[in-house]
């Protein structure tokens, strides 16, 4: 199994161009993402994520550039790239009049698998996604989440060490979202490459090493989550007293701590103030209350969101999700 992954960068986009008309699609893409990690691409509809997949996925040809896959060229070697990925598209791609035992088993005797070792691969994937119940039910009788499991199970037929997951979660409900995470988080512990697009800025935080944002097809931003939040700042001490009285001096302390006059609600007696070192103020703020003996109900340093980010470096406004708090659930379960 070990030999079928690259030692180095598992894709490889380099300087991709592609014009439709007068529409420039791509406009110098670069990128690569590391092998055993998730790189999300995110970007505005019709920013150009859509089309880089396609052109990492031989569905279409740069005008200019070269894009690799598990160390092939996908356009200089478009049939022995094929072999290195799996792609779960937008769209189903399954056979909705075939059973979803059915689809995997064509699928693994496209692949040139003999029936019984596309049998044997149908079933241990029908196991691993649940879906060992309604084997033998058509596709077209499953619900979205299922549907999507099955597609998801289709793209690994073929044990590939690079996956491209198109939006894989679009249009599920947030539990049928969370369990797709958890089947992707799977995959990469076991070694699999992910690229995912997706439209919610929730997913993308918590499944991805890596992101690159693409804009009117080019790329105007890459780092690790973590990295692009800290670049737009916005980092802010929350801090919550029990009585109207501390209000004055705990506004002096935080205009002295942070350097910022810090926003005020009287009526909830809640008070906010920009912190460029958020943690040593954080640690400051704290020292301070505890040494003029201030009561308080709640202290916290926020953080900006991934979607405040792609605000920011986009204009563009994000869906929500409320995936968190099923994910605070799972967790405190």
Not at 83 to 101: I, M, N, P, W
Not at 285 to 292: I, K, N, S
Not at 306 to 320: C, K
Request: cysteine-free.
């Amino acid at each position: 199994m070990a030999s079928q992954y690259a030692s180095g960068p598992a894709i490889e986009a380099e300087h991709l161009f592609k014009r439709f008309g007068t529409t420039q699609a791509l406009n110098d893409v670069s990128f690569q993402v590391d092998t055993g990690t998730i790189l999300g691409l995110l970007g505005p509809n019709g920013s150009g994520k859509s089309t880089t997949v396609r052109a990492l996925t031989t569905l279409l040809t740069p005008d200019s550039g070269t894009a690799r896959v598990n160390g092939i060229d996908v356009v200089q070697d478009p049939e022995r790239a094929r072999f290195q990925f799996g792609l779960a598209s937008q769209s189903a791609t399954v056979d909705e009049l075939l059973s979803g035992r059915d689809n995997l088993i064509l699928i693994g005797q496209l692949f040139q698998m003999s029936t019984p070792d596309a049998r044997r691969r149908a079933d241990e994937l029908l196991e691993r996604f649940d879906l060992v119940e309604a084997a033998g039910r058509r596709a077209k009788t499953y619900s979205g989440g299922m549907r999507r499991r099955l597609d998801l199970a289709a793209s690994l037929v073929a044990t590939p060490p690079v996956l491209f997951l198109d939006e894989p979660t679009t249009g599920l409900d947030p539990r049928s979202r969370l369990a797709i995470w958890d089947v992707i988080s799977q995959l990469v512990s076991d070694g699999t490459t992910v690229l995912l697009t997706t439209q919610y800025l929730e997913e993308a935080d918590y499944l991805a090493d890596h992101l690159v944002v693409i804009d009117r097809g080019r790329v105007i931003a890459n780092g690790t989550p973590r990295a692009l939040k800290s670049a737009i700042g916005g980092e802010q001490i929350n801090l919550t007293l029990q009585q109207p009285s501390d209000i004055p001096a705990v506004r002096e302390m935080l205009e002295r701590i942070t350097g910022n006059p810090p926003s005020i609600a009287p009526e909830s007696l809640q008070l906010a103030a920009p912190a460029p070192a958020a943690g040593e103020s954080l640690t400051a703020v704290l020292a301070e209350l505890t040494r003029r003996e201030i009561p308080i109900d709640d202290i916290s340093l926020r953080r900006p969101t991934l979607d405040e980010v792609f605000l920011h470096l986009t204009g563009e406004v994000t869906e929500s999700t409320s995936v968190r708090d099923i994910q605070n659930r799972k967790d405190a379960a």
